[in-house]
């Protein structure tokens, strides 16, 4: 039987193994280039008026025009590729949203009130500024029990923070989304958070079988190599 060159069977088994082993360091490193992703804590107050500026307060509380009532909130929230929703429903107490607004059937005119909604922020450790006033005006009137309604006109800029330093500097923005409440219902006022550079993140761990591909890329290697000396 005539065998063939040493070349002829190392050089597909070679280039497969350089696949594989290529393969598995791309599935290393991708792990650490899409981890983008930190958590979010902190508490949210708010104030009646124009102009006004919330006490920060992190306990259970509230506070009431006429038949309008906030209630603040705390959160803590972890982004996924690099965004999180502060979203969750209204609760007693609220939790993981930015507060809630409750309205009552007393008759009243809303149109031209104001509401801010301070936001401050307890990590990622030195988020700068601590916390940010997120102005609003209202609309609407409620005519009698159950009828009527308001909406709450937020300012929808988004407002920037960063944190850490050196290789560890990364930045966010806040956006605070528009409420709208019937009369007799509770809402809860919802944000998002996007990560706008690297920082202080979570790196997830490679899966297992990533290892286990690139231990086997390697060995092909090795056996090619030997191959190729004998």
């Known amino acids: 039987m005539k065998l063939l060159p040493h070349a002829s069977l190392g050089s597909p088994l070679r280039q497969t193994a350089l696949t594989v082993a290529t393969g598995a360091l791309l599935a290393l490193g991708s792990g650490a280039a899409n981890a983008v992703d930190a958590t979010f804590t902190g508490y949210t107050d708010g104030c009646f008026g124009l102009a006004c500026v919330p006490a920060a307060n992190s306990a259970p509380?509230?506070?009431?025009?006429?038949?309008?009532?906030?209630t603040n909130s705390t959160f803590s929230v972890t982004s996924a590729g690099g965004f999180a929703a502060i979203g969750s429903a209204p609760g007693t107490p609220n939790i993981d949203n930015l507060g809630s607004f409750t309205l009552t059937g007393a008759p009243f005119t809303y149109t031209d009130s104001h509401f801010d909604l301070l936001v401050s922020f307890t990590a990622p450790p030195g988020t700068t500024p601590g916390s940010v006033l997120v102005t609003d005006t209202?609309?609407?009137?409620v005519a009698s029990t159950d009828n009527g309604g308001v909406f709450l006109d937020f300012d929808n800029t988004p407002k920037h923070f960063t944190f850490g330093s050196g290789d560890t500097?990364?930045?966010?923005?806040l956006s605070v989304?528009?409420?709208?409440?019937?009369?007799?219902?509770t809402v809860a006022v919802t944000g998002t958070i996007a990560i706008l550079?690297?920082?202080v993140f979570i790196v997830p761990a490679p899966e297992p079988g990533t290892y286990v591909l690139l231990l086997a890329g390697l060995g092909a290697l090795g056996f090619v190599a030997r191959r190729r000396k004998s």
């Open 61 to 70: 509380s509230s506070i009431t025009l006429n038949g309008l009532t906030y």
């Open 177 to 185: 989304n528009d409420v709208s409440v019937t009369a007799g219902h």
């Open 138 to 141: 209202l609309m609407g009137v």
């Open 197 to 199: 550079s690297p920082g």
């Open 169 to 173: 500097a990364a930045s966010f923005d």
